[in-house]
């Protein structure tokens, strides 16, 4: 062996592992076996991994299982772990960069073995490496590699399996990131109420089938937006809520062999300890393990809701997009803040930058989604072993969708700005005006009014003044048109009622012409 490297051995025979590394020959492998994509595990899955190895050494050496020396220096090996992860989730959420950390130990492609045995031994060699270099008395013991105090398996991996920590980690790892989640999904949504409020008075036309409808507030679109996002939280703390139900202590294949009768029920009981008030959500043990570890229904379920997030998000950003559109040929509604310039060749261009990226992430979440639903499918008699990819998945659109919802917020939907006279352009211009003489003239007469209108060009309202009854008076007086199309009470629950002596008599069809009005020569506006 080279001075760079040392020899370890496991059950297919000895292999190099670099002399510096904390992980052993078993990752060692694992590295060689799966060059694929050169991204590594989420960091808060290796903080869930290491808060459930703790918890493991404290629980086993409570039930008489693991002596004090061994569960002292597993502990104190998974805290310098727990501090750096902490440290890292802190200032680079996605890891981008790990290198002058421990985190840099946990080695192994996204894409590896089944179910993640590559990932848990990973985790389990570098905190026997970690508490024998530390924290053993011997010198002998010290030696990376010689697992003589504590062992990757028999001590850090007690009472466990792959099998059962990894879909525990994959839902604590989840659970720990939730905070930061919520907190950006409420300032979003905060963000798109205070526009609801400021907007409460700017009054423009609604649009269905991209046609002219009813008349809406700018105010009542984004104050829309918002609730659609308050219930997209409710939904994501549903599904969280089955996350917090864990299976360890159900080892291989959830019947509990290896494990101490107590150990589920104490171990959930330590996690619940260590991670304090920091996930927000009570932990618990689930009563049937063997139903933990063949199915993914519950990080499914969670995806969904993150989907359905993602799903909302995207709509909202085709808004917002499309209300900006110009500034002299789109819609124009809304000014959106510039942040950057948009384009190599046409000068001045700005463009909607913040939005395409919110549409980018959105629809990558929904296709993270697809995988992650297809991978629970997966799932064979008593384990699904596509957890690795799962994990990921569920990590990485939790992570993107976290961050893209803060910037969009603080750099986008608080800057933007109401083009007031456009809005009001469009709203006294919309043929969804005539939707208010329903009551009056009734429909198939308002709809010769919207036909005459869009023929010509011509308002609605002015429309409306140029009708004439049978007798050549006016279909409305100008009091009962000003009533009629009342901006703000075209926007609120009602319909029109004129004192019956004011009805116009010839709004009603006739028998005899089968005509609502006839309509006046009055030169158009």
Known sequence: MSAKFRTEKDSLGPLQVPADAYYGVQAARAVANFPISGMRAHPALILAYVHIKRAAAVTNCKLGMLDEPRRDAIVKAADLVLKDAAKLLKSDPQAVERSGNLLDQWVID???????????MNTNEV????????????????VRGSYSFVHPNDHVNMAQSTNDTMPTGIRLSNLMILPDTLAALDLLEGELRKKGREFDKVITTGRTHLQDATPVTLGQVFTAFADCLKKA????????????????????????????????????MQLALQLGQSIGIRLGTAANKVEMHNSLADQLQFSSALRSLAVDLGRIANDLRLLSSGPTSGIGEINLPPVQPGSSIMPGKVNPVMLEMFNMVCYNVIGLDSAICGCAQAGQYQLNVMMPIVAWDLLHMQSILTTSMTVVA?????????NEEQCRKYFEASMG??????????????????????????PIMDEVRAARKADGSPLLTEAQIRKAFDPQKLTQPGFLKLEDEAKPKAA???????T??????????
């Not at 003489?437 to 308002?446: M, W």
């Not at 609502?516 to 506006?525: C, E, P, Q």
Request: aromatic content about 4%; hydrophobic content about 40%; charged content about 25%.
């Open 233 to 268: 939280r409710g939904r994501i703390v549903d599904a969280a809520k089955q996350l917090a139900i864990l299976g360890l202590g159900g080892t291989a294949v959830g019947t509990g062999m290896n494990s101490h009768p107590d150990y589920s029920r104490e171990v959930a």
């Open 410 to 418: 603080e750099r986008c939907v608080r800057g933007i700005t109401a």
């Open 433 to 458: 005006l005539a939707t208010v003489l329903n009551p009056l003239i009734g429909y198939a007469a308002a709809a010769e009014i919207v036909k005459h209108a869009v023929k010509s060009g011509t």
């Open 516 to 525: 609502a009005a006839k309509r006046g020569t009055a030169k158009k506006k």
């Open 508 to 514: 009603r069809r006739s028998p005899s012409t089968g």
């Open 127 to 142: 905190l026997a490496n970690l508490a024998n270099e530390k924290y053993a008395r011997k010198a002998a013991d010290k």
């Open 110 to 120: 996204v894409y590896q073995a089944g179910a993640g045995t590559s990932f848990n």
